[in-house]
């Protein structure tokens, strides 16, 4: 079907030498003959950056990036409105699109920068979400014949590596180019066929193995590689959660959270199941509140014991900007296997770590990684006057603000307690697929309950759909503090 009018009206916001491209269903491409050269594509090539290290007389070459060559007739340029030049891909259940900016006379304000590289997930199951990540050692590069995208793995995150670092396979390649029309509007005006698949770090050259001269000769560093590891600190971006199966020999299993730098309010937190009938056994929440950055670290530790149930450390605040916790919790008891689901979530955090203690008598079994967490406070649910504040003022009364939540496979988080200066009392109800539910906490006088969301087995498990969350109560703490917290995520257990 041709849709001359909208097309008419996509390419005149690019410069009148751009001429007339034939609709062909709803993709533009180019006339025989007749196509504008920055746009008209060629073909796409992927390659495995790598850097040779002599030792003795032998040859350690380690992979260093990925590079995407998006290559076209002519070299690229916006002569009117942004143009993104895009690589699309598949990795295990993940859709994903990579985008370098290339800004022209017509370009708005608020486009990407000239250059910008930004990797963004199509769908939840990728675990660096669907709203796009940026980094600053991630480059474009126009040459002759097309534009040079290049990942440095030393910049990903364990995170980013699951997807694109070396033995990951880039799968069903495509490229295309396309004009920005908006925010979230982009109009394809070439594009290629899906390609073949890629698998990172394949293409280096095979090491040449040191025969003399090796002794005393240090080999260089290996490259980054995905993967959850014992000792090894797994890094995220943004808010996210790991879920694993872990086996101990020994009575305990533990785990530091880290960050370097994030802006409360803020939430650790941990749920364990039976490794065989995922049967919800326990779980640890640690908030900070208020509104202020902490640095130079956020650190915390939890112990997982025999039950297997969770043990919270003793957590010290110190200089208002660390938080180191007590290195002697733990539980005697036998060999035991769990499943777990560690998450963090903060107003602004950048790059976090979970590290799995490096003890040999713990195995990581399997393990998942997503970005669905949300974290929402009194403002969140107060009045318009009060959204200025991370928490709402003191006082200020939750009206009831609606927060929807979409889940694709298992709602976990809680409604919690933060201040308990004053009783008050707060009401949560909760628009559920399967009807309303509503939950009243309890604030001071030292009673106090919290509204869960734990299960993935049995009645109480919340499933895939549509939730929405409504909170009313007596207000904010003293401050500015919130006196409630509602944090939830979309996760899913090692099957």
């Known amino acids: 079907m041709r849709r001359v009018a909208a097309v008419a009206a996509a390419l005149s916001l690019l410069c009148a030498a751009l001429p007339a491209f034939a609709i062909v269903s709803d993709q533009v491409v180019d006339h025989a003959g007749d196509s504008y050269g920055p746009a008209d594509l060629l073909g796409v090539s992927l390659a495995t950056a790598f850097e040779e290290t002599q030792v003795g007389d032998g040859v350690v070459r380690t992979p260093t990036a990925l590079t995407i060559h998006i290559r076209t007739s002519a070299q690229p340029r916006a002569d009117g409105p942004t143009l993104l030049y895009r690589l699309r891909f598949e990795s295990d259940d993940c859709s994903s699109i990579i985008d370098a900016a290339v800004r022209g006379p017509a370009s708005s304000p608020t486009d990407p920068a000239m250059g910008e590289v930004r990797w963004r997930g199509l769908s939840n199951t990728c675990p660096q979400g669907n709203s796009g990540v940026t980094d600053s050692e991630w480059t474009s590069t126009i040459v002759s014949d097309g534009l040079v995208v290049a990942l440095p793995f030393e910049s990903m995150t364990s995170q980013d590596l699951e997807i694109l670092g070396p033995g990951r396979v880039i799968g069903n390649p495509s490229a295309s180019v396309r004009v920005l029309m ?50 090894t600190p797994y890094e995220m971006r943004g808010p996210g959660w790991i879920s694993m199966e872990v086996q101990s020999d020994g009575p305990d299993v533990g785990f530091v959270f880290h960050t370097d730098r994030a802006e409360a309010p803020m939430q650790v937190s941990g749920f364990s199941y039976t490794s065989d009938t995922e049967e919800f056994t326990g779980s640890f929440t640690l908030g900070l509140y208020g509104s202020s950055f902490y ?156 509204c869960s969301f734990s299960d993935f087995t049995g009645g109480l498990r919340y499933g895939p759909g549509s939730y929405t969350f409504k909170a009313t109560g007596a207000g904010a703490g003293p401050f500015g503090w919130a006196n409630v917290m509602l944090f939830v995520m979309d996760a899913r257990l090692p099957r």
């Open 182 to 231: 908006g925010p979230s509007s982009a109009l394809a005006l070439d594009e290629t066929a899906q390609g073949a698949d890629f698998e990172v770090g394949s293409d280096v050259p095979a090491d040449v193995p040191c025969t003399e001269g090796c002794e005393g000769a240090s080999p260089p560093p290996p490259a980054p590689m995905p993967g959850l590891q014992r000792g």
């Open 295 to 450: 640095e130079p670290t956020f650190e915390s530790r939890a112990v997982v014991a025999d039950a297997p149930v969770f043990e919270e450390g003793l957590y010290t605040r110190t200089h208002g900007s660390e938080f180191t916790s007590d290195p002697s919790m733990g539980a005697g008891g036998e060999p035991f296997t769990t499943k777990l689901v560690m998450s963090m979530t903060a107003a602004r955090l950048s790059r976090w770590t979970l590290l799995v203690e490096d003890d040999p008598g713990i195995h990581i079994l399997d393990y998942e990684v997503g970005s669905d967490v949300r974290l929402y406070v009194n403002k969140d649910f107060s009045a318009a006057a009060n959204a200025s504040s991370d928490a709402g003022v003191a006082g200020a009364a939750l009206v009831g603000g609606e927060k929807r939540f979409e889940v694709d496979d298992t709602l976990l988080g809680a409604f919690s307690p933060v201040s308990t200066l004053g009783a008050r009392a707060y009401d949560l109800s909760v628009s559920t697929p399967e009807g309303d539910q509503d939950c009243e906490l309890k604030v001071g006088g030292g009673a106090e309950e919290s």
